[in-house]
């Protein structure tokens, strides 16, 4: 057995799991990024009490893109966020898509009702601007001060000095 001991183990598990309360409070993270997964990523920290501040390089966050598809695993994404709801009121589900050759021959199709059912959360069709504005505003909604555009991360330095590692990003 490669275990030999357990209960340091066990408590180790436990540190992981249930890590001490208020340490979300100590925690700052900088995320690189507004985009759908840098917003993404902010509001999660958020919910779990992280304090998050989002840099991007644009001056603004301006409402782009076209068409996304949303499966089923993105929904559950946006259900923790507390965003399925308002993501679902905004777009169309998909029930089943069918792709044809350019000669219009079929080759294939998937059923995303049934999909969706199998795994508990639909398939939708929303315009990225329209997810893009949802998360900002949630964002911006909870700590006006969360997201900064306009500031660019030209790279970042370690410190290793302290009790624990460190990452500062540089920003301008
Ligand atoms: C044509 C097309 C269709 C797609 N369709 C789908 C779809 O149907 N479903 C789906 O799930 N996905 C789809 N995708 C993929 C999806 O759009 C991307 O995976 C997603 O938008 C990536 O988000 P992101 O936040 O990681 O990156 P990005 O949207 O690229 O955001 C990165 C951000 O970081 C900023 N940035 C970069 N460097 C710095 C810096 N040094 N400092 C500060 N800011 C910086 C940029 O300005 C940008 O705003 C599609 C992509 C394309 C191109």
Do not use: Y
Request: glycine share 12%; aromatic share 4%.
């Amino acid at each position: 057995m490669f275990l030999r001991n357990t209960t340091v183990l066990q408590k180790r598990l436990e540190l992981i799991v249930a890590p001490p309360r208020g340490w979300q409070a100590a925690m700052r993270a900088l995320i690189i990024g507004g985009g759908i997964g840098g917003l993404a990523a902010a509001l999660a920290l958020q919910r779990v009490g992280v304090h998050a501040a989002l840099f991007e390089k644009a001056a603004q966050i301006t409402e782009v893109g076209a068409g996304l598809s949303l499966w089923s695993n993105a929904m559950i994404a946006l259900r923790r966020l507390g965003l399925e709801t308002a993501a679902g009121k905004a777009g169309s589900v998909i029930e089943q898509t069918r792709s044809f050759l350019s000669t219009g021959e079929p080759l294939g199709s998937v059923d995303f009702a049934a999909l969706g059912e199998k795994v508990g959360a639909p398939s939708i069709c929303l315009h990225r601007a329209t997810l893009q504005r949802l998360l900002l505003d949630t964002a911006l909604n909870h700590d006006p001060a969360s997201v900064q555009p306009g500031r660019e991360c030209t790279g970042f330095e370690a410190d290793a000095s302290g009790p624990a590692a460190t990452k500062r990003a540089k920003v301008r």
